[in-house]
């Protein structure tokens, strides 16, 4: 059995995959398991208090020497169901059916004495006795094909061995072996058949669980994991804090880069700039939130921050424009990127049902879009609020006065960048 398919019965080519199917096989089996061994321990049980009816002491004694034997190497494997040796080890099965077929013999041969009791011949009791191991090993064979067929194949020979010394006509032993085959056959085909389908279920359900972990690794791209979460429950997802940085770059002079740059150049640019902004942001424990064009949208506080403040997104501008200014200098454009900054309140969520994304949405975001706008090329401008923030871990310019649009006069700070 091939990864993606079942060419070659038996197992599957890979030997981890191999493995994880014979454990998880083998524990969803357990409790069919266990059910096989107090069935049988109960049948054993039921003839133990019946035989003194019609048997003679020596034929009591007999049977319930061998059936006493049969309990325990059941019980033994009733026991064993519950460590992981069993689990991880299918050939174990090789083993306790081997030791079953042991007090199966005994018990053949107390019955077989009885003969004239119970009207079933030596013979007869053979095929009886060996009929039910066979189907019973048919079930408890779990996970390997393989060894049931060797442990059969054994077993085949030990009872042709058996009737060729045995004193009966040519004819009576090909009936009796061919009765005996049948039994034998049926049971290969319902261990074959039971783990063909449990191969093809785990292997659709292994395929499936990797398909749903790509899509929740897509999802968990675009959305924060309780977003995902809280979606996934069909609750309306609307959050509200109190004190998240904004954080917006963006490209200075792209206009006069898009007149330059062919629009496959371009767009390649915009891609590795973009992603040298994901690499700072997840460096700095910033959360990305979308792009616009050629302007970056973070936020450091947010759902998916695991650090926040404005020292936080600082650091992330300051790391980001670094970046850039490498990157210039080994693909020689000439770019640039201005970064600007404001905290507090803001609202975010999810809107819509297609092309989900966690946005947020405020005054805050108007204003730090607007503080961007006048920082200057290659530096970081903020507000007062980021100041206060990020006063003791971050060297300011000495304060302006700047009017924004739609905002008004505020007071604003320039990050000194480090050397």
């Known amino acids: 059995m091939t990864k993606g398919g079942s060419a070659v019965p038996f197992r599957f080519d890979d030997k981890e995959a191999e493995q994880a199917y014979v454990v998880h096989e083998r524990t969803q089996r357990i409790p069919a398991t266990r059910f096989l061994c107090a069935i049988a321990v109960a049948t054993l049980i039921t003839y133990i208090g019946f035989n003194p009816m019609h048997f003679p002491r020596d034929g009591v004694i007999e049977y319930n020497i061998a059936a006493g034997l049969m ?3 059941l019980g ?3 026991a064993a169901t519950y460590t992981r040796f069993y689990v991880e080890r299918p050939w174990v099965d090789i083993i306790i059916f081997s030791v079953l077929a042991v007090p199966m013999v005994m018990l053949l041969e107390a019955l077989a004495a009885q003969a004239d009791i119970t009207g079933i011949s030596r013979f007869g009791m053979a095929i009886v006795q ?3 191991l066979v189907v019973f090993a048919s079930v408890g064979f779990v996970a390997s094909l393989r060894n049931f067929l060797i442990w059969a194949a054994a077993l085949v020979t030990l009872y042709l061995i058996f009737l060729l010394e045995a004193d009966r006509s040519i004819v009576s032993k090909v009936y009796t072996f061919t009765n005996f085959t049948t039994f034998l056959t049926f049971a290969t085909f319902v261990n074959w058949d039971i783990d063909r389908r449990a191969r093809k279920t785990w292997e659709a359900n292994r395929a499936l669980e990797a398909e749903r972990a790509k899509v929740e690794e897509m999802l968990h791209n675009v959305l924060p994991q309780d977003v995902a979460e809280r979606l996934r429950k069909g609750e309306a997802v609307a959050d509200s804090f109190a004190d998240v940085s904004v954080i917006f770059v963006d490209i200075v002079g792209f206009s006069q880069l898009a007149k330059a740059l062919s629009p496959g150049r371009l767009v390649k640019m915009l891609n590795e700039i973009f992603l040298l902004a994901d690499e700072a942001a997840e460096k700095h424990c910033v959360e990305k939130v979308k792009t616009i064009g050629d302007a970056y949208l973070a936020v450091a506080g947010g759902h998916g921050s695991g650090d926040s403040g404005a020292s936080c997104a600082i650091r992330f501008g300051c790391e980001l424009i670094d970046l850039i200014g490498r990157y210039a ?3 020689k454009i000439d770019v ?3 970064v600007g900054i404001h905290t507090g309140p803001v609202v975010g969520g999810v809107i819509g049902q297609q092309r989900l994304a966690y946005d947020y ?3 805050t975001m108007n204003i730090a879009s607007r503080i961007e706008g006048i920082a200057h090329p290659g530096g970081i401008a903020v507000s007062e609020s ?3 923030g990020a006063n003791e871990e971050v060297d300011f310019s000495e304060p ?10 505020v007071k604003i700070y320039r990050v000194i960048m480090p050397e």
């Open 71 to 73: 309990i325990a190497v």
């Open 76 to 78: 033994a494997t009733f």
């Open 130 to 132: 060996l009929g039910i």
């Open 329 to 331: 200098d080994r693909t």
């Open 336 to 338: 640039q990127v201005r």
């Open 361 to 363: 949405w405020g005054d």
């Open 386 to 388: 980021v100041y206060y």
């Open 400 to 409: 302006e006065l700047a009017t924004l649009k739609g905002v008004g006069e």
